[in-house]
C-alpha cells in the first residue's frame, strides 16, 4: 500500500493522528511537503466524522446504559481538558489546544469539546484546521530539524 495512504489512515485515527502520519510518511521516503499535505486533509476529516457520529449514531445509542456511562465520563474528561483554552481565548482557544502535537490535544478531542460544548460548526471547522495546520508544521519541522542535525537524506 502506498506509504502516503498510511499516513492518511493513521492521521485519522484518534490517538495518532498527524503525529502519526508525517513521520510514517517521512519514514517511507514521501515528500515532506505533500506527507504535510496529506495528512492535515485527513486529519481535518476528523471534524466531520466526528459531528456526524455525535448528530446521527450517539443519539440512538444514548438507550445503552454501558454506552451512556462511557461516553459521560469521557466527554467530562474532554470539557476539562479543553475548557480552560475556550475561557480564555475563545475559538483561538480551540485552535491552540489542538496546535499542541501531544496525545490528546488533537481534532478528535477538539470535535468533541465543540459539540458537547454547543459550538458553532462553520467556526469550530476553522479553528481546529487553524489548530491541525499548526501541529502539522510543528511537527514537519521538528522531523526535518531532527533529520538535518543527525544528517539523514529525505526525499
Not at 24 to 41: D, E, R, S, T
Not at 54 to 73: I, T
Request: charged residues 10%; proline residues 5%; hydrophobic residues 60%.
Amino acid at each position: 500500500m502506498n506509504i502516503l495512504l498510511w499516513a492518511a489512515l493513521l492521521s485519522l485515527t484518534p490517538v495518532g493522528e498527524l503525529r502519526a502520519g508525517i513521520p510514517v510518511a517521512l519514514a517511507g521516503g514521501a515528500n515532506p511537503w505533500l506527507a504535510f499535505v496529506v495528512c492535515v486533509i485527513a486529519n481535518i476529516l476528523v471534524v466531520p466524522i466526528v459531528f456526524f457520529f455525535l448528530e446521527f449514531v450517539h443519539v440512538r445509542l444514548l438507550h445503552v446504559k454501558s454506552y451512556q456511562s462511557a461516553f459521560d465520563r469521557f466527554m467530562e474528561r474532554t470539557r476539562v481538558k479543553v475548557k480552560p483554552y475556550l475561557n480564555k481565548y475563545g475559538m483561538l482557544g480551540l485552535a491552540v489546544f489542538v496546535a499542541i502535537p501531544i496525545p490528546g490535544t488533537g481534532a478528535w478531542t477538539a470535535s468533541l469539546a465543540a459539540w458537547f460544548l454547543g459550538m458553532n460548526l462553520k467556526k469550530s471547522f476553522l479553528a481546529i484546521l487553524l489548530g491541525v495546520a499548526v501541529a502539522g508544521a510543528i511537527v514537519l519541522g521538528a522531523l526535518l530539524g531532527g533529520i538535518k542535525l543527525v544528517g539523514w537524506a529525505v526525499a
